[in-house]
């Protein structure tokens, strides 16, 4: 734990009544207010003194991870600077996510390029680098910060925020490669949507299950998806797109046996694994909430956020999942890393889940006149804004996150330096 923080202010109040440092100009002081108001405090002095608390505590038993790519990370690591933030490794990553999920937009905005000529062979070489560089990234980034004996619990609600948002970026990025031409069969939109759903959803339930036992216990499925990935956009760039289009064995297409795979190994695998840890810990009299009510409260936004996503999907006067369908997923994504990110840090600090997040008002309220008919026409431009402003308020709330926890704990999220007392 990183001593010699400075105290936090997490209100209003605590700004305006700040007193003036000798020196200071009216104009100064006016441009400090003005910023620290833009600030907001999200994070509870509750919330900030279960960080001061907090100690990380994870178990990975996968074999593919212990056996094989651990050995990897950890050569990997060693040529990594010692002046690098972990930080910045974690952003990085993601950056590469990113770029090559806008580079897949141009090229393929409404999914429908897969199967002709018009994303160029460059862009599946690109997206084998950029997610292998990613998946690498998040991987070293905490054998950094234990490295640099600057591991921190701003560190960690970093990249498993990022992770949050960037798991639908995987996901939604994969699409161009097998969403199938109009004439054979492939993911609809409506199979992006649930296999989304699905896989949004098993990242949520490992973090729920950490909310009660305090244990992260790693999935299997992380590490074998991303190797499964880089490898088909390799193949992608080796083959040709189109063998994702042709039957596999017993005449199945691949997507087809992609959803079926994960709709199992959520029912069957992560599930069950995740209720037995829970059960465990009961036994074990190791559980962090004492009553049913507590341990569900986490759970709660996500199926409202779900549920209200799905009417809309279903009795969308427009089809407005048919009409932008990359936009409309692009929107799950964000939505679902906003009330996964507040998970994240309720689960950290040790404090109690909100029972509903503010997200959810708005998003009803769109909902309900969209399926209603009150939007009309105008359903797709109260969509489109509702996705900026979603998105805009969201990247503010990590801002102001981070910027928080950086202060509280007198370190700087991209340096290695600690902050100056003030």
Request: net charge positive.
């Given at each position: 734990m990183i001593s010699g923080r400075r105290p936090s202010c997490c209100s209003f109040r605590g700004y305006l009544g700040r007193a003036a440092a000798p020196g200071d100009s009216p104009s100064s002081r006016s441009q400090r207010l003005g910023s620290?108001?833009?600030?907001?405090?999200y994070v509870t002095e509750q919330q900030l003194a279960g960080f001061d608390q907090y100690q990380y505590n994870a178990v990975d038993t996968n074999p593919l991870s212990m056996y094989v790519m651990q050995h990897l990370w950890n050569r990997i690591v060693k040529i990594v600077p010692l002046w690098i933030a972990p930080n910045l490794l974690t952003f990085s990553g993601f950056l590469l996510l990113l770029i090559n999920y806008f580079v897949l937009c141009f090229y393929d905005w409404d999914y429908t390029a897969s199967g002709s000529e018009l994303i160029p062979n460059w862009v599946w070489w690109f997206a084998a680098f950029s997610t292998f560089s990613a998946y690498a990234l998040d991987s070293i980034d905490?054998?950094?910060?234990?490295?640099?004996q600057s591991s921190s619990p701003l560190g960690e609600l970093f990249d498993h925020g990022l992770d949050s948002w960037a798991t639908s970026l995987f996901t939604l990025s994969w699409f161009s490669v097998c969403v199938s031409p109009v004439d054979s069969p492939g993911f609809s939109e409506h199979k992006m949507f649930l296999l989304l759903s699905i896989i949004l959803l098993n990242f949520m339930l490992s973090h729920w299950e950490k909310y009660n036992t305090g244990v992260l216990f790693l999935p299997w499925g992380y590490?074998?998806?991303?190797v499964m990935l880089v490898g088909g956009y390799l193949l992608t760039a080796i083959v040709g797109v189109e063998i994702w289009h042709k039957p596999l064995v017993f005449g199945y297409y691949a997507p087809s046996v992609t959803l079926a795979l994960v709709i199992a190994c959520s029912i069957f695998l992560s599930l069950p694994q995740t209720m037995y840890n829970i059960y465990t810990a009961y036994q074990k009299k190791t559980l962090k909430k004492d009553s049913l009510y507590e341990a569900l409260l986490p759970l709660v936004s996500p199926t409202l956020l779900f549920s209200l996503l799905t009417i809309w999907v279903t009795l969308s006067p427009c089809d407005i999942l048919i009409k932008q369908p990359r936009l409309f997923l692009f929107m799950v994504?964000?939505?679902?890393?906003?009330?996964?990110?507040?998970?994240?840090i309720c689960q950290m600090s040790n404090t109690r889940s909100e029972s509903f997040h503010s997200l959810l008002f708005p998003l009803a309220l769109v909902v309900f006149a969209a399926v209603t008919g009150l939007l009309g026409k105008l359903e797709e431009s109260a969509f489109m804004a509702f996705?900026?402003?979603l998105t805009l308020a969201h990247v503010h709330y990590g801002v102001c996150v981070g910027r928080q926890l950086s202060q509280h704990l007198n370190i700087y999220i991209f340096s290695m330096k600690k902050r100056a007392q003030e």
């Open positions: 620290n108001m833009l600030q907001l405090r905490g054998k950094h910060a234990r490295r640099t590490d074998l998806s991303q994504g964000v939505a679902f890393s906003s009330v996964a990110c507040r998970v994240i996705t900026a402003l």
